[in-house]
């Protein structure tokens, strides 16, 4: 399974981004997909998953604020971003599952 991310960038505080990430192969309707965030010197975090019957869970730190859905028939999972921040500000990356990751994609918001 190999993942692209696409959909990151440069947006002042308050606006909005839609991150997509397109899975390889068949299996993409049965796995739990996740958005992660990471910056530099710091782990990983989860920012948002969910499940193949679109059971969704986010961080407390973007609850009322970003949206995770999924569409099967394209093999992509979204992440909609809206009144972002500037502590938004990190490289975002999808998960397949537990194992694979996508190359990941830059999200800065200015204030």
């Known amino acids: 399974v190999q993942l692209q991310a696409s959909g990151g960038g440069l947006v002042q505080a308050g606006g909005s981004l839609r991150l997509s990430c397109v899975a390889s192969g068949t299996l993409f309707k049965f796995v739990t997909m996740g958005w992660y965030r990471q910056t530099p010197g710091k782990e990983r975090e989860l920012v948002a998953s969910?499940?193949?019957?679109?059971?969704?869970t986010y961080a407390d730190s973007v609850k009322g604020r970003f949206t995770i859905s999924r569409d099967n028939a394209k093999n992509t999972v979204y992440l909609q971003m809206n009144s972002l921040k500037p502590e938004d500000t990190a490289r975002y990356y999808c998960?397949?599952?537990?194992?694979?990751w996508g190359q990941g994609t830059q999200v800065t918001v200015s204030s």
């Open positions: 969910i499940t193949k019957d679109e059971y969704t």
């Open positions: 998960r397949y599952s537990a194992t694979i």
